[in-house]
T-cell receptor, first 112, second 114 residues
Framework: GQQVMQIPQYQHVQEGEDFTTYCNSS?????IQWYKQRPGGHPVFLIQ?????EVKKQKRLTFQFGEAKKNSSLHITATQTTDVGTYFC????????????FGQGTTLQVKP | GAGVSQSPRYKVTKRGQDVALRCDPI?????LYWYRQALGQGPEFLTY????????KSGLPNDRFSAERPEGSISTLTIQRTEQRDSAMYRC????????????FGPGTRLTVL
């Protein structure tokens, strides 16, 4: 079945350092979404990637979809304390259902 | 409504009791999802509706779990004969359609089975 590996599981950085989380799938994906969950909060949608090799930017966040549509990454430049939380990738299994299977998440801690 | 709401926010029950968790999606949203999230883990898919039709229930752990959405709006997730292993955060999400758009999550119901 569909398996998604997200690495690393945890990351501690100093404020101002960069951060990257990777999401790897065993099968080719239709789409992939990224969510952020703050401590004590609920997942909040960040972005959806659809096309092979797609790169999207949101301020300091850069999202990338691999050429083979089997992996994705989220890169944060110059982290801030507001970036703290858990970042989940969520591949969509089928373009018909929109069913999301979440990765294990990467928890980011930022030291001020 | 302004967002997805869930009730109750917290539920403590004794083992063997039945519980019903409610989800009120964003008005007009076609698709509704139920997830379960253990501490430190990602949301685990349980089931999914388009309108009132249950499209996929492959994630329901066993036959003690059921869900309905009779009028295509509010949904109820029912757990019968609760067990301690059912303790978790149960989250509901909705989207305007099933074909990939963003999911809006509710605040969740924290279920504790004693």
């Amino acid at each position: 079945g569909q398996q998604v590996m997200q690495i690393p599981q945890y990351q501690h950085v100093q404020e101002g350092e960069d951060f990257t989380t990777y999401c790897n799938s065993s099968t080719t994906l239709s789409n992939i979404q990224w969510y952020k969950q703050r401590p004590g909060g609920h997942p909040v949608f960040l972005i959806q990637l659809v096309k092979s090799g797609e790169v999207k930017k949101q301020k300091r966040l850069t999202f990338q979809f691999g050429e083979a549509k089997k992996n994705s990454s989220l890169h944060i430049t110059a982290t801030q304390t507001t970036d703290v939380g858990t970042y989940f990738c969520a591949p969509i299994l089928s373009s018909n259902t929109g069913k999301l299977i979440f990765g294990q998440g990467t928890t980011l801690q930022v030291k001020p | 409504g302004a967002g997805v709401s869930q009730s109750p926010r917290y539920k403590v029950t004794k083992r063997g009791q039945d519980v019903a968790l409610r989800c009120d999606p964003i008005s007009g949203h076609v698709s509704l999802y139920w997830y379960r999230q253990a501490l430190g883990q990602g949301p685990e898919f349980l089931t999914y509706f388009n309108y009132e039709a249950q499209q996929d229930k492959s994630g329901l752990p066993n036959d003690r779990f059921s869900a309905e959405r009779p009028e295509g709006s509010i949904s109820t997730l029912t757990i019968q004969r609760t067990e301690q292993r059912d303790s978790a955060m149960y989250r509901c999400a909705s989207s305007s359609s099933g074909n990939g758009p963003r999911k809006f999550f509710g605040p969740g119901t924290r279920l504790t089975v004693l």
